[in-house]
């Protein structure tokens, strides 16, 4: 099994206090973005996190329903299911920037629940304007895509994620992307059975993230 313990995932250390205040200062300025409706019904806008200069940036769909109350992406039942595929690779999530395609959390009330409604293109169009940001500020080696929509976003064109799964590609800038699954996905899956080949799965994508980021630094 590769294991990445040995590897840094962030080249510049510690995050320098004016990447820090950069990152601090444009999670202000998200906080009040209007740029898409996105904002008017969620809780808050749930910005990335991790050190500037990680060589991973995991970038997810949307925050989810935890997501939008704790204010940090990640945290529900999805992040928890990243973290499982993180350690079995030997990966730091400390050490990654964990982020979404879109930063507010969109859904539809259904009695006391929030079911999760998929962003639409315009809303996507319009936060990756925040993405850029964080590509600009945290500058990884490999951004890694978690579900379509994210995939969609960072390769800037519809994506059907069977097609480029796993597999290692370009951006125009020489930035690496590798695209897998959403690890909410997994939890999607009907039996036992299926959801540890999803896992499986979801985890030699990772190893081979890993593996490109090596071939990268
Ligand atoms: S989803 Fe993104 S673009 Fe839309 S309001 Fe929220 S932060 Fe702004």
Request: net charge positive.
């Amino acid at each position: 099994m590769t294991q990445v313990r040995d590897v840094p995932l962030s080249e510049n250390g510690a995050t320098k206090p004016r990447h820090a205040a950069r990152l601090k200062k444009l999670v202000e300025e998200a906080a009040h973005c209007e740029r898409c409706p996105l904002f008017r019904e969620a809780t808050q806008t749930v910005f990335g996190e991790g050190p500037i200069g990680a060589l991973i940036m995991f970038v997810g769909e949307q925050p989810g329903d935890q997501e939008d109350r704790v204010g940090r992406p990640f945290v529900g039942p999805a992040g928890r299911m990243l973290d499982a595929a993180l350690a079995a690779v030997g990966l730091d999530r400390g050490a990654a920037y964990v982020t979404n395609a879109v930063k507010h959390f969109k859904y539809e009330q259904r009695g006391k629940r929030r079911l999760h409604k998929h962003p639409n293109r315009g809303e996507v169009q319009a936060c990756r304007w925040w993405l850029d940001q964080e590509f600009a500020l945290v500058r990884p080696k490999l951004v890694v895509a978690l579900g379509t929509v994210a995939a969609h976003a960072i390769l800037n064109r519809p994506v059907v994620l069977a097609r480029v799964r796993g597999r290692p590609l370009t951006l125009p800038d020489g930035r690496g992307v590798l695209a897998t699954i959403h690890p909410s996905a997994i939890l999607r899956m009907p039996d036992e059975t299926m959801r540890r080949q999803a896992f499986g799965d979801f985890v030699d994508d990772l190893k081979r993230a890993v593996k490109v980021v090596k071939s990268l630094r």
